[in-house]
């Protein structure tokens, strides 16, 4: 049988005026018809410059050889017409970032139109129809009225819904979709990928779903690509792919998955929660502000939990969950509308913002996007020493200060002198921890520290704090989405949703014994790669 | 392109050929503005009363005007009014106007909400008309001509700037130095200042070339600088009779320095808009 | 329905720009130093003349009196009385704008038609030469005093080629023309003398072409650019990629992005041309709202100077409005 897309000896060659990038060199890749392969690989690898080269929407000076043949016909010779034509009807391409990628001035209703009237797959008459039609195969709800929608009045999930209905409108052969979750909540993640999943038809059309996520595509992909550096490093069905890794670099991608049925690390000793706890939050409640005459936002109510010395906190929820809020309160960066939130002695829900930066000293925070965490315009040096401007320091005491939280963090002084757009994502979050740890603080908070980072570097960082953690002296708030990372960490977990705790306890019970629906929820979206989860996949038509 | 997205990716600095050309000419307008009496044989004043415009010939290069000045001569002397009062105009609204924008788009609330309102009252005049009647009413000697300039041009500043601010305001690194102990005016200075400016920065120049040309404009109708004092504007006003007559020389001169001179802030200021990734 | 309460929306947020461009106006004449009675008043003038003339103009009451009698009189259209020539203002004001609006109006109009199609032209060439004479024609327009453009032309087209007429005023001599609309080139239209009509269009040529290239500059960069920034973001882009027709590409993914813009950028030329216009009518003897102002500035005739802001500012203001109301209906994402 031959394939639906073939890939052969395909390079890609990009001349900047930094001189010339090889984007992607020698790469070979199949798709056939009912079949859904998943490109994994990180961020900048070239996953989506195939993509691109695919629906032949590459930069203007780019060198490209080698052979993409879709459907038997020869891609990169297309012109015209039949280029046109290729484009949607023979590869259409889900954008990334949907939101972004959909016309602003336009009805996401009349988008799909002019694509349904592009490949004639509707006359001007039942146009309408057929959009509200296929607005209805990809799960939006009230599809008729979401016709007359502009893309800003809909939410990402939607976007991104109607942005499937866009590809799908041009009835493709093959059908590409671009890290299609990225900034999607885990249960939408995978409502979304299954819609994906679900548009491979024998005979017809193939999909090709790109994502720097392994964990959450494998789930819907019979096999498996993957690209490191634009080269392609392994290709095969999923469950070898994960299951006998042949490349470094595959089992690198594997091994930094989080697996919620690794064991626990062993702790150094157990958390004692004697004496009086650094942090005792009681009764919180945080209302924001209404906007002319509508009700405020109670973003957090009723929360109330104790941490210690030497304990490692997880706060766990869904985006939207008010776990943010909280931390920022406890952080004194919002005030609570009532409740006390007690540090070291001190209710700082009630103190003036000037008696606030005194206890600064002593409780600290890692942000969840490492670089923006960063001034741009300062030197690693200068933010790390920035806390200590709270303490008087004879300058000559400054600098090993400094130097020795960045040894702490694994950087070395080299990195003094860098700014943040001389730094990586993961030596970017331990500058951030650094920053954190310079006035030996008695309390951090780490709100996703690992989030928006690699997954390989996820592994790096939260080895990092799980050394951290292991000094018993401070205490932890671990901010997260994600049981799975926390598991491995923190001795207590309080699970939050719609502003309320639903659930807290010792790590392990409430991993074995959830009590509360929504742990029960979080628990199953959580991504796994264990053989049991993969065989629940969709394994219908694996060719 | 936000300023961070530029500076994230600040690539090494390539060399433009707008910005180099727009340095060139007000190079050499600066030049001639400071050896203005070195490169003339006559005082931009004093009355050749043997000649009222003559042609431009050996004895006066660019000729000389109805008042038997010597065009040439007044030509380079104009430079040093119309180049000083135009950056001291500019500094003076970048200074006003980004310390107005810092302040109140950081602290927000009513003192924001009142700026907003006044600047929106002081914006509803067209600017040169609203610089025609301070001009008119304060009077047009030199350092009022700056102050006039420089306050008309100060309020897009302070919306630029305040703009700024509120952006950079959701960035994480504004909360990470509040929570690394910043106060507010060390935030306000240390962490967003730097990041605000660069926009602001880069229009400057461009701002030169209007003020310029605002400062000729009030000279060439009468409420400017005013003969005998050398400035392109009211040269160029004196020569519009003589246009007619076909005596050119009289305003063809000032008005080209007066056009370069433009030209060269505004290709520095499309340059440095082109380095900065903010134009292509 | 989004529109009709945006209008309003607007609307309500006009009054109080308008109330403070009425104070500010009034106000900013009387804290000026100079003394607009010292002006008025003969120099051999005596103590008690000041005083009488100070009451004859009612300057010697409380500002907020004079204030609410100033709005009072500008809704009954009683603008006051120049100082200088005695002419109530409102008459003048009547002959003279229209004169202004034909010169301004035509300008920006045929200035946002080269700036629309010149920009998307070059943006399709980019670093062709189509692009390339437009980038450079952009920066020189944006560095020409328009003053002095002004002058080059009369020195070049009437004085020296003479396909211009002299820059003598609105039409030419001898050519007697009935006001109906005070527009001249329609009311010359209007009296059925075509030789009196291409005079009007004739005169009309130097200052339109010289205000026009100088603003069409702006707003041309302005074009090309988010032309090429819409035609190299996303939602351009995935359109391309899902093989739409070129037709439909430009026209609905393409040129209503492009235009997002330009309505506020034409808002703000449109507050220079009235500047501008200033410098043009002088220029050109035009006899316009522009040089009556400048008369009466340079004579510190306060009443015409305060007229003419007032009307400037609130013309500023309402084009604002419209270019508001535009860029809404343009763009979707505005908030109403």
Redesign the interface.
Known sequence: MTPLLDIADLSVAIDG??GTVRALEKVALRVDAGEVVGLVGESGGGKSMIARTI?R?LPERSRVTGSVTLDGRDVLGLRDDD???????GA??C?Q?PR???????TVG??VV??L???DQATPEDARQRTVGLFTEVGLRDPDRQFDR?P?ELSGGMCQRV?IA??L??RPRLFIADEPTTGLDVTLTGEILKLIAAQAVPGERGVLIISHDLAAIARVCDRIAVLESGRMVETGPTVQVLGAPSHPYTRKLIAAVPDIARVREAMASPATANGDPVLSVSNLDVVYRARFGRHGLRAISDVSFNLHAGETLAIVGESGSGKSTLS?AI?G?LRPTAGRIVFEGTDLAHLA??DI?DL??RM??V???P???????MSVEQIVS??L??VKMPAHERRPRIEAALSEVGLEPKFLGRH??ELSGGQAQRV?IA?ALVLDPAMVVLDEPTSALDVTIQAQILDLIRQLTRRRDRAYIMVSHDLATVRALCDRVIVIADGRIAEQGETESLFTRPSSPVTEALLAAAPRLSPEALSMKKDAHVP | MTALEASRHSRPVRINALLVAGAVILALVALAAVFAPLLSAWPPTRIDHLSFLEPPGPGHLFGTDSNGMDVYSRVLHAARIDLGVAVAAVALAVTVGTLVGLIVGYIGGWADELTMRGLDVVQAFPVFILALTVVAFLGNSIPTLVLAIGLINAPPYARMMRAEVRSLREHIFVEAAECAGNSRTSIMFRHLLPNALTPILVIAPLNCGWAILMLAGLSFVGLGVTVPQAEWGAMISAGAADIVGGRWWTTIFPGTALFITVLGFNLVGEGLQQITGRRR | MRLVVFVSRRLALLAPVLIGVSIATFVLIRVLPGDPVLLIVPETATAQDIADTRERYGLDRPLVVQYLDYVAGIFRGDFGSSITTNRPIATDLAQRLPLTLELVVLALAIALVLAITGGLYAARHVGRWPDHVTRIGALIGNSLPEFWLGLVFILVLFQGLGIAPPPTGRIGTGFDVVRVTGFISIDAALSGNPAAFLSALHHLMLPVMTLALVITAPMLRSVRASAIETRDGDSFRCAEAHGLADRVLSRAYLVRQTLIRLPTLAAIIFGNLLGGSVLIEFVFSWQGLGQWALRGLLLRDYPVIQAFVLVTATAYVLVFLLADILQAALDPRVKV
């Open positions: 005026a930094d629906v929407l280029l046109r034509d290729h484009r949607g009807g259409a391409l954008f970032a972004a990628s959909l016309n602003p001035t336009r009349r988008q002019d694509r009237l592009a490949h502009f800003h942005m866009l590809a409108a041009c920022r952080m960066l913002r000037r930066r600064r000293k600290q925070m942000f969840q996007d670089i923006d965490a960063l001034n741009p315009r920035d806390p401007r709270l943040r757009h951030g920053r």
